[in-house]
């Protein structure tokens, strides 16, 4: 009943900035950490960015200074702002949460169907 919805991916020059967004929707009691994750064409998923619900954020180090993850939790979404993107950048990111369904729940990470951001040179 939960899901993550990415948009935001595309085509654009090295140098250049996205910015992501994923809605999450579905039964919902509360979403406690979020986060984004990539992977290239034959490497291994990694993490991007992760952020708490009360705005905590950390980033992988080959991101770090160039993009901020933040999210909006009366939306239920999370962004990614990617800027001076690399070619090295390109990837499938994929939004991950860890949602509690109900009260009594604990919670369970989801993962939406991935946006694809292509960084040319």
């Known amino acids: 009943q939960v899901q993550l919805v990415e948009s935001g991916g595309g085509l654009v020059q090295a140098g250049g900035s996205l910015r992501l967004s994923c809605a999450a929707s579905g039964i919902i009691f509360s979403i406690n950490a979020m986060g984004w994750y990539r992977q290239a064409p034959g490497k291994q998923r990694e993490l991007v960015a992760t952020i708490t619900r009360g705005g905590s954020a950390n980033y992988a180090d080959s991101v770090k200074g160039r993009f901020t993850i933040s999210r909006d939790n009366a939306r239920k979404m999370v962004y990614l702002q990617m800027n001076n993107l690399k070619p090295e950048d390109t990837a499938d990111y994929y939004c991950?949460?860890?949602?509690?369904?109900?009260?009594?729940?604990?919670?369970?990470?989801?993962w939406g169907q991935g946006t694809q951001v292509t960084v040319s040179s």
């Open positions: 991950n949460a860890d949602v509690q369904k109900y009260r009594w729940d604990p919670g369970t990470m989801y």
